[in-house]
RNA sequence: GCGCCCGUAGCUCAGCGGAUAGAGCAAUUGACUACGGAUCAAUAGGCCGGGGGUUCAAAUCCCUCCGGGCGCACCA
């Protein structure tokens, strides 16, 4: 029996009660009937407060209403009993049989078990990272990474079309300064007031000089900078992108600003807002009246100096995400950026292109402390000290980095020990959900050794002998997969799978422990290796859409 | 000053309207000559930042104050 299911034919016995009462003005939906899993195991597989709720509507007692429902969902096949508890809770106990039915459901399913409709056919734009090309990839980047990209596979899990985005940023002051400062490296000056310092600066500008076929010397500053900008944007791009790829994250678009320029879209979005009346000029430069659609001041749009400043662009570019057919737009970006939220929502309103206005979404997340040596190491690509995504591969490790960082909630500040990483990485809750999965594997190795077998038809029929506690609790976290899942997508936190994966390798390890599983007795033996195999699914599911591998042996 | 986010065990964090507030690390103590001890079991550790409210029920919702972070550019 499903969670779906149980709900649904405790929603009949409501509805019965509701008609005895002559009420027909309350309807009862699917979601009013509450089930929840309770904290404690004496209080039964599932609870519904259903009978608190409608106490006060019905003027009645909430214990009585209680004592009424549960005589008929006593009757429920595969509930095996029911109490009232408390103020009015009804606890409910599924039969052995019906609980460990899921463990069935997962071994038929196998990989499409947790696959979910909430998004089916959605089209949905994932913008993340979007790092500028003026130095590596750092930590914070990292974190966007590791989110946005769990985040993806999540949506794609429950039915989204999902494209993930990265927006290159190839225009305008910072990467002046990126190609100023690299000339002035290859020239031997000191880096400039406003530069980037740091060694890889240094690196860049002898891989350009390496790689430059013509004749440096001989040409102007002006061609030189050009020069350096180009090729210093392309290395240092390649470099981002190779350092996420090897953390297991690629996108599928790259979106060059440099194109909304050359392809118009400025322009064509400048001009539809002047003759919608939305813009003014004062003191030299280009002003959006963003005031109109709830933004604290008006906007400059093009400088005095003839030069857009980033909000335009990023008006345009979501324009053409809009009409790229994206009903869903996410972009995740630092808090630190979280006040264009409200200019970019109030430029797609003025353009009038019925773009809803919560149009697009925003995942914010909160900055990373990096510690090292007790102290905190201030990340500043202008003066060269940072942590790049290539350290913490180097270092820490693929999938103790994505763990750690995609296992916090977005919105709170985390602090990452460098040193704590490093040195007991061991500790990382990651190595013990995957330890979990080796040791299935292990088992089903063991097997062999043994000379024995394993019966998976009789072991999907034998699930009833799955009794003892143990047994019964990794069913439980086992049968929360899917509504884990839809909820992590609904509320875009992957965290969510994070800590369920502890939790389910928590009630296996606690299972390994308890209980023998290769035991002498066929039939047993097959049922509980059943479970095994469905815990070594939902892990391998689960690690799948974190980006972490399920390793066979550790 | 205004806006957004956060204050939960010594530390790092879950829980975000329900029944005795949870986990990992750190501390203390145990576990089968073993299906891999990268494990398990147990003890100890909390006025869930303070104060008001809403509710049958508040760590969770609302207000307020106090702490911390991040914004409030003709930077991105």
Redesign the pocket.
Known sequence: MTPAELSAQLLTVVDGALERRGESTLTIGIDDVLL?R???R??GDW?S?IA??LA?PLKTN?RELALELADGIRSIDGVSSVDV???G?I?MTLDAAAAGAIAKTIVEQGDEFGRGNLYIGVKIDLEFVSA?PTGPIHLGGVRWAAVGDSLARIFTAVGGIVTKEYYF?DH???IDRFARSLLASYLGEPTPEDGYGGQYIADIADRIVTGFTGDLASITREDQQEIFRAMGTDLMFGDIKASLHDFGVDFDVYFHENNLHEGGDVGRAIERLRTAGHIYEA???TWFRSTDFGD??D??MR???G?Y??FLPDVAYHVTKWQRGFGRAINEQG??????ITRVRAGLQALSLQIPKGWPDYV?H??VTVMRSGEEVKLSKRAGSYVTLRDLIDEVGCDATRYFLV???V?????FDIDLARS?S??N?V??IQ?AH??V???QR?LGERGLGWNRDNGLAQLALLTSNFEQLLMVELSRYPEMLDAAAQNL?P??LA?YL?DLA?AF??Y???????VADDNLRDARLNLCAATQQVLHNGLDLLGVCAP???
């Open positions: 929840e309770p904290k404690n004496e209080h609870a407060n608190m709720k006060k909430p508890a408390g103020p809770f606890n500028n940023n305008g002051g910072q003191e030299g430069a604290d001041k906007r400059v400088k005095s100096d030069g400043t980033y808090a630190d950026h979280h006040s264009t914010l909160q900055m296992a916090r909630k919105d709170s500040q985390l602090i007991q061991n500790d809750p190595y013990y330890y080796a040791r594997c292990s088992l063991q936190e965290h969510m800590q502890r928590t390890h606690a390994y422990n308890g209980e023998a599983i290769l066979e042996k550790m």
